[in-house]
């Protein structure tokens, strides 16, 4: 049986038949000065119970070989254990043990293996008649023993890994915070922590329970846990609900009627409402493409938000011409308008006609209908021509008049 238990030890069995993903294992040793050596194993899982049970557990055998410690574990009923199964810790374990040897002298208890626990996990072992805590991980703990000190005297405390818990910075960026929950039976000699190039921001000393790192911008964290020898550092991403945003266009100078594609770069941001100076508004796109019906000078807005409530605005200024450098300048006296069906209408009210000429232009600057005016109206139809925005042309008496005009079918 003795063999058999060394061997489902070295291979990192336990009777437990069924462990799951949560199981955590330690093994507890202790080493006689002649050299001789003896081990418990602990683990936590899911499903066990802290009490003796059949396949979760494994009695001690005790050796009886003079010189040769015996180590065991206690379960909750008391039973002597070489392996022995606890329940997943949600708060600290105090678990007993007991030894039994045949003559008085110095013996060592060390920790053998650690497997599957969070660095923040500690094993520290009590001894109660000497009042003293060690903490295995980094050290191990050399005491005269006799061979009355059978069971309690010391005890295994297995401490529940600390919880970490992060708050967003919020829409400005200053007010993160990084929640800390210790098991409270566990003092910290102290906890730190650092920024992501390990600079010092602030520290406890001897906190336990539940405190917070307070007033954090976004970014990486080092928060450093001190007990005794034992060092760990845990590494905490702090999330901000602040905006960053910026535009672009695909030109800053665009004709009427050119399509203009418009970007945007923006950090932690669901909304998007895009104004572009003329009245018209698009919500909900990232990257939208636009058109300018008139000449002018516009500026564009992006105002991005989030879940959070936090907002930014981003503007870039647009600058919209005619094609081939007409203007758009109606003379007194000339009306220029769209009717229906694609139609323009032209109506010289009370002007003298001297030698008048009527030209049309599309967005490209290309002439799309040429004649003489020769009455005080004229109606022209663009039946072959797209929707869109067309530039009128009138000139009477060596003066240019132009008008944009908007025709659809």
Same mark, same amino acid.
């Not at 038949?17 to 081990?39: H, P, S």
């Not at 003796?52 to 050796?63: G, L």
């Given at each position: 049986?003795?063999? &058999?238990?060394?061997? &489902?030890?070295?291979?990192?069995?336990?009777?437990?038949?069924?462990?799951?993903?949560?199981?955590?294992?330690? +093994?507890?040793? *202790?080493?006689?000065?002649?050299? !001789?050596?003896?081990?418990?194993? =602990?683990? /936590?899982?899911?499903?066990?119970?802290?009490?003796?049970?059949?396949? @979760? %557990? @494994?009695?001690?055998?005790?050796?009886?070989?003079?010189?040769?410690?015996?180590?065991?574990?206690?379960?909750?009923?008391?039973?002597?254990?070489?392996?022995?199964?606890?329940?997943?810790?949600?708060? !600290?374990?105090?678990?007993?043990?007991?030894?039994? *040897?045949?003559? !008085?002298?110095?013996?060592?208890?060390?920790?053998?293996?650690?497997?599957? /626990?969070?660095?923040?996990?500690?094993?520290?072992? #009590?001894?109660?008649?000497?009042?003293?805590?060690? @903490?295995?991980?980094?050290?191990?703990?050399?005491?005269?023993?006799?061979?009355? %000190?059978?069971?309690?005297?010391?005890?295994?405390?297995?401490?529940?890994?600390?919880?970490?818990?992060?708050?967003?910075?919020?829409?400005?960026?200053?007010?993160?915070?990084?929640?800390?929950?210790a098991d409270s039976p566990l003092v910290w000699n102290a906890v730190s922590?650092?920024?992501?190039?390990?600079?010092?921001?602030?520290?406890?000393?001897? $906190?336990?329970?539940?405190?917070?790192?307070?007033?954090?911008? #976004?970014?990486?964290?080092?928060?450093?846990?001190?007990?005794?020898?034992?060092?760990?550092?845990?590494?905490?991403?702090?999330?901000?609900?602040? =905006?960053?945003?910026?535009?672009?266009?695909?030109?800053?100078?665009?004709?009427?009627?050119?399509?203009?594609?418009?970007?945007? !770069?923006?950090t932690n941001t669901s909304g998007y409402i895009w104004s572009f100076g003329?009245?018209?508004?698009?919500?909900?796109?990232?990257?939208?493409?636009?058109?300018?019906?008139?000449?002018?000078? %516009?500026?564009?807005?992006?105002?991005?938000?989030?879940?959070?409530?936090?907002?930014?605005?981003?503007?870039?200024?647009?600058?919209?011409?005619?094609?081939?450098?007409?203007?758009?300048?109606?003379?007194?006296?000339?009306?220029?308008?769209?009717?229906?069906?694609?139609?323009?209408?032209?109506?010289?009210?009370?002007?003298?006609?001297?030698?008048?000429?009527?030209? =049309?232009?599309?967005?490209?600057?290309?002439?799309?209908?040429?004649?003489?005016?020769?009455?005080?109206?004229?109606?022209?139809?663009?039946?072959? +021509? $797209?929707?869109? *925005?067309?530039?009128?042309?009138? =000139?009477?008496?060596?003066?240019?008049t132009t008008a944009e005009v908007y025709i659809n079918n």
């Amino acid at each position: 049986m003795k063999v &058999l238990f060394s061997i &489902l030890l070295l291979l990192g069995f336990t009777t437990s038949l069924f462990a799951t993903n949560e199981k955590k294992q330690l +093994q507890l040793l *202790i080493r006689a000065q002649n050299g !001789t050596t003896d081990q418990t194993t =602990i683990y /936590f899982d899911l499903g066990v119970s802290p009490a003796y049970s059949y396949p @979760e %557990d @494994e009695p001690k055998q005790m050796n009886h070989i003079p010189g040769v410690p015996d180590l065991f574990s206690l379960s909750s009923d008391s039973v002597k254990c070489s392996i022995i199964g606890y329940s997943p810790l949600v708060q !600290t374990a105090v678990i007993g043990l007991g030894v039994q *040897i045949d003559s !008085t002298a110095l013996y060592t208890f060390s920790l053998t293996g650690f497997d599957n /626990f969070d660095s923040t996990t500690l094993v520290i072992l #009590e001894d109660r008649q000497l009042h003293i805590f060690k @903490e295995l991980q980094v050290d191990f703990y050399t005491v005269l023993l006799t061979h009355n %000190d059978t069971t309690g005297r010391f005890f295994l405390h297995v401490t529940k890994a600390v919880q970490f818990n992060t708050i967003s910075a919020g829409c400005n960026n200053t007010n993160g915070v990084i929640e800390i929950n210790a098991d409270s039976p566990l003092v910290w000699n102290a906890v730190s922590v650092s920024d992501s190039g390990y600079v010092p921001l602030t520290s406890y000393t001897n $906190p336990s329970g539940q405190f917070n790192f307070d007033n954090l911008p #976004e970014g990486l964290y080092h928060v450093t846990l001190n007990y005794d020898n034992y060092v760990t550092t845990k590494n905490i991403q702090l999330n901000g609900a602040y =905006i960053i945003v910026s535009i672009s266009a695909s030109s800053r100078n665009v004709a009427v009627g050119q399509n203009i594609n418009f970007y945007s !770069t923006a950090t932690n941001t669901s909304g998007y409402i895009w104004s572009f100076g003329d009245g018209a508004i698009i919500t909900g796109i990232a990257n939208p493409t636009d058109v300018y019906y008139s000449a002018g000078i %516009d500026t564009v807005s992006l105002l991005c938000t989030n879940s959070s409530g936090c907002s930014a605005i981003a503007q870039i200024v647009i600058t919209v011409t005619w094609s081939a450098g007409l203007s758009n300048q109606v003379a007194k006296g000339i009306s220029i308008i769209s009717e229906g069906a694609k139609t323009i209408k032209v109506m010289m009210n009370d002007v003298a006609i001297n030698d008048a000429e009527l030209k =049309i232009y599309n967005i490209l600057g290309q002439s799309v209908y040429s004649s003489p005016v020769t009455a005080g109206q004229m109606q022209v139809s663009l039946s072959g +021509q $797209p929707s869109g *925005i067309y530039l009128v042309s009138v =000139i009477n008496a060596g003066i240019v008049t132009t008008a944009e005009v908007y025709i659809n079918n």
